[in-house]
């Protein structure tokens, strides 16, 4: 999939979107080294755990050697198993490659960051007694997909398409490309490390506030930082 850019061709190399794909790959690796208790007590400590953060913010002490508030960057480069990180870091590279050439590499970054925490507070504000790790960084990205809405409503994703034996090529809205991320997410949470996670719902399925409030304030965060700007 490559998305077509309103024939303003990116004039900068995408750096910090490369650097966010290497680290999440790069942390998984790890994850992947780890024996099935290990990387539970590892999830347990990175993660954001909505509960302890609820007894971080009241004054009280979580037992944990890293403040708690800190899980809300580190959990964005969790995942809960290959397809989990898979599904993410392509639409990271999809989209944001796009916005990090229309708000410039440190805005983008802050802007990436931001969403990420604000994503994970939405989910905490709904769920603020839930002891269910919650990782990944679908909130970010859902933070990037809205401001790419925002600025190119109207672009198109050439698609690989598969007939028979033969391959052609569409062209797709890049709106379409929100529906089907969310319906992916949903095959992504199960395939799971050994670990249960359940990658940030009670229910064990995903943090879908964290996504709708990732796209929200991807939305409203990226014309103040420069988003709709021309050139």
């Given at each position: 999939?490559?998305?077509?850019r309103d024939n303003n061709?990116?004039?900068i190399t995408p750096y910090v979107t490369f650097g966010l794909i290497i680290a999440n790959i790069l942390i998984f690796l790890y994850e992947l080294?780890?024996?099935p208790q290990q990387l539970e007590g590892f999830f347990q400590l990175a993660a954001l755990v909505p509960q302890e953060l609820?007894?971080?913010f009241a004054g009280r002490s979580v037992n944990q050697p890293i403040p708690e508030w800190l899980t809300l960057i580190t959990s964005q480069f969790l995942h809960g198993g290959f397809l989990h990180l898979l599904g993410n870091v392509w639409f990271l590279w999809i989209f944001g490659n796009n916005v990090e050439d229309r708000l410039g590499h440190l805005k983008y970054l802050i802007f990436y960051l931001a969403c990420g925490v604000l994503a994970a507070l939405t989910q905490w504000f709904f769920s603020p007694n839930s002891g269910i790790p919650s990782l990944g960084a679908s909130g970010?990205?859902?933070g990037v997909m809205g401001a790419y809405i925002l600025r190119f409503p109207r672009a198109q994703v050439l698609t690989l398409l598969p007939l028979g034996f033969f391959i052609t090529t569409v062209q797709i809205p890049a709106v379409f490309f929100l529906g089907f991320w969310f319906i992916q997410q949903a095959f992504f949470g199960i395939a799971s490390l050994n670990a249960p996670t359940n990658i940030g719902m009670e229910s064990g399925g995903i943090a879908y506030w964290a996504h709708a409030g990732g796209f929200f304030f991807g939305v409203i965060l990226g014309p103040p930082l420069g988003l709709l700007r021309r050139y």
């Open positions: 999939m490559v998305p077509l061709p990116i004039s080294s780890l024996p609820t007894t971080s970010a990205i859902a």
